[in-house]
Nanobody, 120 residues
Framework: QVQLVESGGGLVQPGGSLRLSCAAS????????MGWYRQAPGKERELVAR???????NYADSLKGRFTISRDNAKNMVYLQMNSLKPEDTAVYYCNARRSVVGLQDYDYWGQGTQVTVSS
């Protein structure tokens, strides 16, 4: 089992910045890919950014240049730096960890989410 706890959400004005943190605990065996997803009211959950244990990243096209994902493997932490925030970035942000083991189906773990609200 892997437990994920997000922090750092809150209310920010348009153009502002926030840094989300995700602390992972439990068995990290097979956990290579970690990332952030978000879900706005009335919309489906969508990928924000993902990062491998080796540091390779991919982002939602619409967020490139404004959001940066990083990872500290020694501390089992994942971060999301969000800059130039827009009202449309308002959503619940979820941390994700994917367990991939050869011969077994991939399994996703989720945090409880942290609310980000961008409003003046």
């Amino acid at each position: 089992q892997v437990q994920l706890v997000e922090s750092g959400g809150g209310l920010v004005q348009p153009g502002g910045s926030l840094r989300l943190s995700c602390a992972a605990s439990g068995s990290m065996f097979g956990i290579s890919l970690m990332g952030w997803y978000r879900q706005a009211p009335g919309k489906e959950r969508e990928l924000v950014a993902r990062i491998t244990r080796g540091g390779s990243t991919n982002y939602a096209d619409s967020l490139k240049g404004r959001f940066t994902i990083s990872r500290d493997n020694a501390k089992n932490m994942v971060y999301l730096q969000m800059n130039s925030l827009k009202p449309e970035d308002t959503a619940v942000y979820y941390c994700n960890a994917r367990r991939s083991v050869v011969g077994l189906q991939d399994y996703d773990y989720w945090g409880q989410g942290t609310q980000v609200t961008v409003s003046s």
